[in-house]
């Protein structure tokens, strides 16, 4: 019962990177899912959550107009497209599913399934 997040790499600025999370052995499809990140020397950090079926959609003001989360529910799959990547947006990301079927928060401990993370690294 995990998640599993990948898709991280090194990028230059101005550069777009995709990342998945996909649900191994969960019914993921039942909860709501966010997208979180740490950068070096910070707290761990809302990027974007979505709902359950992908009604209502949540970015916070650093991911707004330049990052697109979605879901296949089929797929099990939840995706974090981001495009317009800055020095800034280098971070581990994590994604993690909802404690419960109505979670709607950016609080962290709303969250009780997280993946392992992976690393995105903007750079020249």
């Known amino acids: 019962v995990q998640l599993q997040a990948s898709g991280g790499g090194l990028v230059q600025p101005g550069d777009s990177l995709k990342l998945s999370c996909v649900a191994v052995?969960?019914?993921?499809?039942?909860?709501?899912v966010g997208w979180f990140r740490q950068a070096p020397g910070k707290e761990r950090e809302a990027v974007a959550r979505?709902?359950?079926?992908?009604?209502?959609?949540v970015y916070a003001d650093s991911a707004k107009g330049r990052f697109t989360i979605s879901r296949d529910n089929a797929k099990k799959t939840v995706t974090l497209q981001m495009t317009s990547l800055k020095p800034e947006d280098t971070a581990t990301y994590y994604c993690a599913r909802g404690r419960t079927t109505s979670t709607w928060s950016d609080d962290q401990s709303e969250y009780n399934y997280w993946g392992q993370g992976t690393l995105v690294t903007v750079s020249s």
């Open positions: 979505i709902s359950r079926r992908g009604g209502q959609i």
């Open positions: 052995g969960l019914n993921n499809e039942m909860w709501p």
